[in-house]
């Protein structure tokens, strides 16, 4: 079966999910930009939020609990208003819209916590997709496997005509395990668009 769905993850392929350069946005001194990365994104409170087992107000808590005081505003921005420097990367968006004018499904499946419905209508192309799978609402985190049969289920896919796009290679292969084929993502949309000719032969 050839591929006739591409599915996109967010961060790092449509949307510029990088921590260093986040913290250093909303917090331009470079060492305490380092402990708040640290004490918001890197913490494991963090996942749990995209598994939506808890609010990103706990993790400003938790996160206040590592941090000087000085700090304890900063711990709520970044836990509660970090997607406010979230930038989109346009590019993707443009294959998104060809990919879809050359007739193929394309979906959005993406570990993110429910502060993505403050952000999601800067994800470039958003309005095209065919479908939409966000964790936090399933209770389940790439690169379960779970998650990747959900989202097939969920629109009535095979897996094996579907092409799962992440920058991150974990989850990708989380993906190839429940079936579907993989990319892994290195913000070169022209070899993205040369892969997927070759999977199934259109002119793109």
Not at 5 to 23: A, E, Q, R
Not at 61 to 66: D, E, F, G, Q, V
Not at 154 to 176: H, I, M, Q, T, W
Request: hydrophobic share 45%; with cysteine.
């Amino acid at each position: 079966m050839g591929v006739r769905n591409i599915v996109f993850d967010m961060g790092g392929v449509l949307m510029d999910w990088d921590p260093i350069k986040i913290s250093l946005a909303l917090c331009p001194d470079p060492d305490d930009a380092a402990l708040l990365r640290k004490a918001v994104f890197d913490s494991r409170e963090w996942g749990w939020v995209d598994a939506g087992a808890i609010a990103p107000e706990t993790v400003a808590w938790t996160a206040k609990l590592k941090l000087p005081e000085r700090l304890h505003d900063l711990a709520d921005t970044f836990a509660l208003h970090w997607f406010d420097v979230f930038d989109p990367m346009p590019a993707t968006g443009e294959l998104v819209r060809e990919l879809k004018t050359a007739g193929y499904g394309v979906y959005l499946l993406s570990n993110a916590g429910t502060t993505f419905e403050q952000y999601c209508s800067r994800i470039p192309a958003i309005e095209v997709f065919d479908g939409i799978l966000v964790s936090c609402y399933e209770h389940v985190v790439k690169p379960d496997e779970a998650i990747y049969r959900l989202f097939c289920e969920r629109y009535g896919l095979e897996p094996a005509s579907c092409l799962f796009v992440d920058d991150l290679k974990r989850n990708v292969v989380g993906a190839e395990r429940a079936g579907m084929q993989g990319y892994v993502f290195d913000r070169d949309i022209d070899a993205l668009r040369r892969f997927i000719k070759a999977q199934d032969g259109a002119a793109l």
